[in-house]
Nanobody, 126 residues
């Protein structure tokens, strides 16, 4: 069974940090880029970050540049999203997804990703 599972979400105060993890099973995650997406209540899902299969290339949405950092440990089939200086507008369900190729696509189109996790809730509130 191909799957990715996110963890690490929770409640944090503004300015705080969280690290999300995405663990894959059933397929060789090191062969594929991995994206992070989020969806807030009443809003469309948006792309947040992508990291290439080797970890050498990353891209970020403008809203999180300088605050979020993607990394990966291919030996553990795990991808991370370090989120610093969190803001209330970062509140959302965060999803990881394995891409269909090794490099991050130019777009955030969902069809570029084929294995999605169930999501983990991140709430930023005082």
């Amino acid at each position: 069974q191909l799957q990715v599972v996110e963890s690490g979400g929770g409640l944090v105060q503004p300015g705080g940090s969280l690290r999300l993890s995405c663990v894959a099973s059933g397929f060789p995650l090191p062969n594929y880029a991995v994206g992070w997406f989020r969806q807030a209540p009443g809003k469309e899902r948006e792309g947040v970050s992508c990291i290439s299969s080797s970890g050498d290339a990353t891209k970020y949405a403008d809203s999180v540049k300088g605050r979020f950092t993607a990394s990966r440990d291919n030996a553990k089939s795990t991808v991370y999203l370090q989120m610093d200086n969190l803001k209330p507008e970062d509140t959302a369900v965060y999803y990881c997804a394995s891409a269909v190729q090794a490099m991050c696509a130019r777009s955030w189109a969902p069809f570029e990703y084929d294995v999605w996790g169930q999501g983990t809730q991140v709430t930023v509130s005082s």
